[in-house]
């Protein structure tokens, strides 16, 4: 993984009416912290931001005053409505040091016709070289019928990586596709469980009326 390099300013003002100016200016409030050194608070550009944290596990070198550290989003907050970044806490790693991260899991190809395959756990973590995280692991289906399942244990990992969860964790299963009979059966019954009684369609209830109804 390539390093993402991004300039920062030194934050000298605290509060919720600095941190908005700081927005206002298309800037972020962000900490740099770990490896016992004292928090760094900095300011980055907002869009830059945006743009290296596409990339999931981001490898950042972020320049403070001439000096570069480098680090990974640790936690990212988002507006919940318009979703630009409000803050951000970047943990500082060192080179060949090993950490845990959870990488993103893209499912490939496709299972034989009448199978559904479902994505158990769309992340899985790992542990890695700071400097050599994948940005993600690939899972093929291709061919699978309904009863197949990967397990975390059955992933191709890239060298010097591995598994910081149990191998037993089901990461894909692969079942058959849900008839509509069985859609309608499981729909009843989960209607019964909850006490709620189907009511006739109108229009029969309409045409039971109209021929109980005197001729005139």
Known sequence: MSEIKIKAETRTEFGKGAAR????????PAVLYGHGIDPIHV???????MLALKQPNALLSVEVEGDAQLALPKQVQRDPIKGFIEHADLLVVRRGEKVTVDVPVVVTG?????SMVVTE??????EAEATHLPEQIEVSVEGLEAGAQIKA???????????????DVLIVNVVAEATAEQVEAELEEAEAEAGIERDEPQVEA????AEAAPAE
């Open 121 to 126: 756990s769309p992340t899985v973590a790992i």
């Open 43 to 49: 300011m980055l550009p907002g869009h830059d931001l």
């Open 153 to 167: 244990s059955d992933l191709e990992l890239a060298k010097g990586s591995a598994l910081a969860v149990d191998g």
């Open 206 to 209: 309409e045409a039971a009326d």
């Open 21 to 28: 100016r700081i927005r206002r200016d298309n800037k972020v």
């Open 110 to 114: 496709d299972a034989i016709s009448g």
